[in-house]
């Protein structure tokens, strides 16, 4: 199946990798715990075949050039999307919201209507459809995660999941989050069930220049849950 390949986040919102909710340990022995290679490579293999998510996007902290503190929408593998998000404009956050159909961005700021934004721009400053894209997104990460090793066995959002930690190469993680300039730390928490399906990601990213880093979680859920989009009026 199809998916553009346009650079991820920027404009008005950010993504695509899986919300903060508290995580309740299950004190499991390591010893009892399945492989996290073998976790992930599961769970990558699982979300290629995905046709729909829900998915929301928190950056903690800076990240160069990226305006996002969050974003919350639907995304289909056809390349429509919708949602909102909080940006940065004129050092003000700002609530926007935002559908992706046929390859056109429209945008709705806190006043008036949708606008189109010209697609050469919107293409290089944020697109969802990263999160499924198979090359870029989601599933690239998970399987590209150096030194996998399972933590723990816990409860995410009421998902029965298993924690799992390793390092992401900067050119792998950046094509999902963009502002991302070195090698992060990552936290994977895969559904213990089924085919492993992701549930949450965090990712720890250094500062660099004299800024603070930044994590930035992903979550997804809903999955292949249908995703109608239809453009503004």
């Given at each position: 199946m199809p998916h553009p390949h346009r650079p991820v986040l920027g404009l008005l919102v950010a993504v695509a990798t899986l919300v903060l909710a508290g995580c309740t340990g299950g004190g499991s022995d390591s010893a009892t715990l399945p492989a996290g290679s073998s976790l992930l490579a599961s769970s990558g293999a699982a979300m290629r075949s995905v046709t729909s998510v829900h998915f929301t996007i928190d950056v903690n902290g800076t990240l160069a050039g990226v305006p996002?503190?969050?974003?919350?929408?639907?995304l289909n593998a056809q390349g429509a999307a919708k949602g909102s998000a909080k940006i940065s404009e004129f050092g003000a956050f700002v609530e926007v919201n935002f559908v992706l159909l046929n390859s056109t961005f429209y945008v709705q700021g806190p006043t008036g209507g949708y606008q189109k934004i010209p697609a050469a721009l919107a293409g290089s400053l944020f697109d969802p459809t990263a999160i499924l894209d198979p090359d870029r997104g989601v599933a690239k990460?998970?399987?590209s995660v150096q030194g996998a090793t399972t933590k723990?066995?816990?409860?995410?959002?009421?998902?029965?999941?298993y924690r799992?930690?390793?390092r992401v190469a900067q050119n792998v993680v950046s094509a999902l989050v963009p502002g991302i300039s070195s090698d992060v730390g990552a936290t994977v928490w895969v559904a213990a069930d089924g085919k492993h399906l992701p549930v949450k990601a965090e990712f720890a990213v250094p500062g660099a220049g004299g800024s603070q880093g930044a994590k930035v979680d992903v979550t997804i859920s809903k999955v292949n849950a249908p995703v109608n989009v239809t453009a503004p009026a």
């Open positions: 996002i503190q969050n974003a919350d929408g639907d990460v998970l399987t723990d066995r816990e409860s995410v959002n009421g998902t029965d999941c799992v930690t390793g």
